[in-house]
Each structure stands twice: as structure tokens, then as C-alpha cells.
């Protein structure tokens, strides 16, 4: 079954939901402000989909660091500690299946990625 990741009151969770939902997608929510985030499961995130696309830098959690909290993310270990704690911050949603990731809501890329 389809798992997404993210957090509820997020306008693109919320597209996706409705887009899932239209097509009659069955899915899973995971809900990190309810549930949290094993650092497991970001290690798999980050190792699939990397650094770059796990961290949402077009986020308000992100624009709102000075500059040399940023630029300390560039280290992966600090940038772990960080996303756990920070969940609002890392891209939404993050979905997974059958042991594929794609992150971000885009309905055609989405569609060709349901397909695998």
C-alpha cells in the first residue's frame, strides 16, 4: 500500500490527498507532528532520495534560519538532528512504495511513478 509522510495542515498534503483520493488510491498517513520520525526512516529518505530533496529549503521553517544555522545543515549529521526536530522542514509529502520514494506533489509525474 502507498505511505505518505508529511503533516496535515499542508496545502500540497492536502492536493495530494485529494488527488489520491479522486483517482481512489487507497493510502497510508504518516503524520509526523502525531507520530514523529525514526531516525531510521530519515536515514532512508536522505539515502534514496538525498540531502538536497529531503530538506525543503522553498519552506518557511528553512527561510526563517540565520545564515550560519543553514549553512551548518551542510553537515549531514547536523542536518539529521535538525530534520528529527524539526519535521516541518523536510519535503512534502514524501511517499513510498514497494520500496520506491518519490518526494513532492506533481500529478503527472506522480501518475507515471504510481505505475512502477
Known amino acids: 500500500m502507498l505511505k505518505i509522510y508529511g503533516i496535515a495542515n499542508c496545502n500540497t498534503m492536502k492536493k495530494t490527498f485529494d488527488y489520491l483520493k479522486e483517482k481512489g488510491i487507497p493510502f497510508e498517513f504518516h503524520d509526523y507532528k ?11 529518505f536522505i539515502k534514496v532520495l538525498g540531502t538536497e530533496v ?20 551542510n553537515d549531514l549529521n547536523t542536518l539529521k538532528t ?3 526536530t ?9 511517499l ?21
Open 86 to 94: 524539526k519535521t516541518s522542514a523536510i519535503k512534502r509529502p514524501i
Open 34 to 44: 502525531k507520530l514523529g520520525l525514526a531516525k531510521e526512516q530519515l536515514d532512508t
Open 82 to 84: 535538525f530534520l528529527l
Open 54 to 73: 529531503v530538506l525543503n529549503k522553498q519552506g518557511l521553517t528553512y527561510k526563517q534560519l540565520d545564515d550560519a544555522t543553514k549553512q551548518s545543515l
Open 96 to 116: 513510498e512504495q514497494n520500496g520506491q520514494f518519490m518526494a513532492g506533489f506533481d500529478s503527472v509525474n506522480l501518475d507515471s511513478w504510481l505505475t512502477i
